[in-house]
């Protein structure tokens, strides 16, 4: 996820443990243990603990999936995907140099079925999909507190999310989640440290089935 804000300077020793932090590691799959850095930009990653969690919520459906990884930053989540058998992934990301980072790394990697998109996503949402185009899992983790999530799940749901998809959602635990399409379910959710995350099904399906 990308979220910008104002930054005050740093001293040469508090950038080098930025540098440390701007460090990742895909945990599963083909590329399992492979390390990455991320640009020097206001990007919030999702913790690796968050990620593990997650994809073991979708380990029964991220392979040959689509997915949509909407507030891109760092790649992670998309990434991760790619990395555990997801047929394509579509990343939108609106800072340009966070873009370009991840446009290299995945040509560094080898890595095939994948597009980086470098745009706002309400823009790529305001865009309607072409058939057969549509999504089996969405991650939203947009910057906090500016309005994105409810606008971006409500443009979800005109035509972009194939039925019984999944929707992960991250936001700041001190916030209430509010605003999502009536028809969707909560299927899991959790906390760490200041982010709450969940994951919902588009379409009516049992609760607890992930």
Known sequence: MSAMSARAPRSRASFARGRDTRRLRII???WRGRKFRFPDLDIRPTPD???????????????GARCLDLYAGSGALGLEALSRGAAAVVFIEQQRAAAAALEALLRDWEASSYSVRCEQAQQFLATR?????????VF????????????????L?????RP???????HARATALAGLPVSWRELRSGTAGA???????SAATGLGDS
């Not at 603990?49 to 392979?63: G, M, S, Y």
């Not at 999909?129 to 899992?137: K, M, V």
């Not at 749901?157 to 999310?161: A, D």
């Not at 019984?164 to 991250?170: H, L």
Request: aromatic share 12%; no cysteine.
């Open 129 to 137: 999909p072409l058939p057969g185009a549509q999504f089996d899992i």
């Open 49 to 63: 603990r968050v990620r593990e969690t997650l994809f073991n919520w979708l380990q029964h459906r991220i392979v």
């Open 157 to 161: 749901e005109r035509g972009w999310l």
């Open 195 to 201: 982010v709450r995350y969940h994951l919902f099904a």
């Open 28 to 30: 599963g799959g083909r």
């Open 140 to 155: 939203v983790d947009p910057p906090y507190g500016d309005g994105e999530l409810a606008a971006a799940t409500a443009a």
């Open 164 to 170: 019984d998809g999944r929707i992960y959602i991250e």
